[in-house]
């Protein structure tokens, strides 16, 4: 109900409006609230979005859209490479920087190529959303089942478990969507007709912010490697993130624009989210219903997951469960269970995954959107073949 009337709200002041009722009446303390903010993501997401802003500003994420999906001739080949691209790139990089990044490479590739926005929007949230699934370090939640049940060697774990079922998983997203935006495509892509002079590079920032996505992948790699070595993350996330933001704000000439351009609005968002949640969480309403559910079956867990992910956020509902699967005695394949299943519930709905909550933010800022209805006609149908693939593949038939 962001419409009411003449009046049109985003999702950040949904959200604090929320956060600012449970304060008001009195459901958290105002020192439970601030405690209750989750600093290093914060932290991450302040860093991400000065090196997505950087490459914006600079001209260069446009010349990497042109060099990525320069081959692609069909619609359908450039949304295959949206999807798998972004998909397995999420898997090496946690899905929240794609967002960021992706959004308005996105949102470029739509304006040249003549294609609706919302396809490429969806394919980029379902893409970043399905493809974490399969590493630990993919999205927050894969990251505290894999901390918090002390697994050994967790890429080969989960790579093991859910790689197969993921890309499967990207597969479906791919068909669905090629399925319902099929109708007006033309047989070939129209590249340059409508499109918009490219914007005029900077190279001083354009070099900096090289240096920036050089840091990024260099300690996301030394994470990787760090975990198939020693079986634990080396570096935090929040140190990743400001080290990849460092380059801009020491050196370029522009760190007080892009500082004024990131989107703050979103880190409201987020802000305010831990709080109302936290409220939510002080309820002991779903920790209740998760504690009667059953733990040791997968479509329980997956379902489960699911559904309960659309109503708190999935890590702290991953907090919760993980305890629960290891006291009930299930093993790894009920936690790789927990981990797709609160991952995928992001295809639900808009508010399932944080990393929605970012794209559609970025895209609204930019004169495009996407509505509750129009992203779970998609992703309702999505989810359910998706939640088919997982149970088969993790040894339910």
Aim: glycine share 8%; net charge positive; aromatic share 8%.
């Amino acid at each position: 109900m962001r419409q009411v009337g003449r009046f049109s709200w985003r999702i950040w002041q949904v959200m604090l409006g929320g956060a600012l009722a449970v304060l008001i009446l009195g459901q958290i303390a105002p020192a439970d609230a601030l405690a209750a903010i989750n600093i290093d993501v914060m932290v991450f997401l302040f860093g991400m979005f000065v090196v997505g802003e950087a490459l914006s500003r600079s001209g260069y994420l446009d010349l990497l859209a042109r060099q990525l999906f320069r081959h692609a001739r069909t619609p359908g080949q450039l949304l295959f490479f949206v999807i798998f691209g972004f998909g397995l790139l999420s898997a090496l990089l946690m899905n929240d920087t794609l967002a960021i990044i992706g959004t308005p490479l996105v949102l470029g590739l739509a304006t040249r190529c003549r294609l609706p926005a919302k396809l490429l929007l969806l394919a980029l949230a379902f893409a970043i959303t399905t493809g974490s699934v399969a590493s630990p370090i993919g999205n927050p939640q894969n990251l505290l089942v894999a901390l918090d049940s002390g697994m050994g060697a967790p890429f080969v774990t989960f790579a093991s478990h859910l790689l197969l079922p993921t890309i499967l998983s990207l597969a479906a997203a791919w068909l669905i969507l090629f399925f319902f935006y099929r109708k007006g495509w033309s047989s070939l892509l129209d590249k340059e007709a409508g499109a918009d002079p490219a914007p005029e590079s900077d190279p001083a920032l354009s070099r900096i912010v090289k240096c920036s996505l050089a840091v990024l992948l260099i300690l996301s790699g030394a994470n990787i490697a760090a975990s198939l070595l020693t079986g634990a993350i080396a570096l935090p996330l929040p140190l990743i993130g400001i080290a990849a933001a460092l380059p801009v704000i020491l050196f370029s000439s522009q760190r007080i624009a892009v500082l004024k351009s990131i989107d703050w609005c979103t880190l409201v968002f987020f802000a305010a989210m831990f709080v109302l949640m936290a409220a939510v969480w002080e309820t002991g309403f779903f920790q209740s219903l998760a504690g009667t559910a059953g733990v040791t079956s997968v479509p329980t867990i997956l379902a489960t997951s699911i559904i309960l992910s659309q109503f708190i956020s999935n890590v702290p509902f991953v907090a919760l469960f993980t305890p629960l699967i290891l006291q009930a005695g299930g093993g790894t394949t009920r936690l790789m269970a927990l981990a797709a299943g609160s991952t995928i519930a992001g295809n639900v709905t808009i508010l399932g995954a944080a990393s929605n909550v970012i794209i559609i933010q970025q895209a609204e800022s930019r004169g495009e959107t996407l509505t509750f209805m129009e992203f779970m006609k998609i992703g309702v149908p999505l989810t359910l073949i998706q939640v088919g693939i997982y149970a088969v593949c993790l040894g339910v038939v």
